[in-house]
């Protein structure tokens, strides 16, 4: 199967901006999700990716590299309700399911 | 609103037990997932349906079997339940097609004791 590798963790300072980098193996990519998920909840859509460049939504942005297997969730003016996990997941080939990294934890600072 | 229901969020079950997770969507998606989560491990996707009665399995059938009987219920069933099945067992759905937006249900917490 495919590889998606992200950090395990990570912690930031309320206000500050994060950046949580996910790479991937580039044969037959064609597409890129971020999920947020609390603990003890549901993972929830965060953003999808198909072509390079980024693409904003309010306080979060996602960012494509098609071509480097790479992408990054931007998350500006953090919030102590923003820790949490998140997932990059792909979408590969004619596959139907996607492919889940293992989550980078996020805990976010006063 | 979109919704994925899973009957029962925590469960606490005996080695050998037969097991039955459900799931209901709503919103008439096509494809249905079943997947578990562990610690360090990610999201592992076991099983998944893209119509009625059919499925296919994921990267980690063993030990699992699935029903697709109508469009909006999807069950994973646990033949004979072992401690290393212990785990939080997600429920989602989305549209055919690979780039729609995969919907979650709330998770269920299954110890196997």
């Known amino acids: 199967g495919q590889n998606i590798d992200q950090p395990t963790e990570m912690t930031a300072t309320e206000g500050a901006i994060v950046q949580i980098n996910c790479t991937y193996q580039?044969?037959?990519?064609?597409?890129l999700f971020w999920y947020q998920q609390h603990a003890g909840e549901a993972p929830t859509f965060l953003s999808y990716?198909?072509?390079?460049g980024l693409e904003e939504k309010g306080r979060f942005s996602s960012f494509l590299s098609r071509s480097k297997g790479y992408s990054y969730l931007l998350l500006k003016e953090l919030q102590m309700k923003d820790s949490a996990s998140y997932l990059c997941?792909?979408?590969?080939?004619?596959?139907?399911?996607?492919?889940f990294g293992s989550g980078t934890q996020l805990t976010v600072l006063p | 609103d979109v919704k994925v229901t899973q009957s029962s969020r925590y469960l606490v079950k005996r080695t050998g037990e037969k097991v039955f997770l459900e799931c209901v969507q709503d919103?008439?998606?096509?494809?249905m997932f079943w997947y578990r989560q562990d610690p360090g491990l990610g999201l592992r996707l076991i099983y998944f349906?893209?119509?009625?009665?059919?499925?296919e399995k994921g990267d980690i059938p063993e030990g699992y079997s699935v029903s697709r009987e109508k469009k909006e219920r999807f069950s994973l069933i646990l033949e004979s339940a072992s401690t290393n099945q212990t785990s939080m067992y997600l429920c989602?759905?989305?549209?055919?097609?690979?780039?729609?937006?995969?919907?979650f249900g709330e998770g269920s917490w299954l110890t196997v004791v």
């Open positions: 989602a759905s989305s549209f055919r097609g690979g780039g729609n937006t995969i919907y």
């Open positions: 580039t044969s037959g990519f064609n597409g």
């Open positions: 990716n198909v072509l390079d």
């Open positions: 997941a792909g979408l590969f080939g004619s596959a139907r399911q996607l492919t």
């Open positions: 919103m008439d998606h096509e494809n």
């Open positions: 349906s893209y119509d009625v009665k059919m499925k």
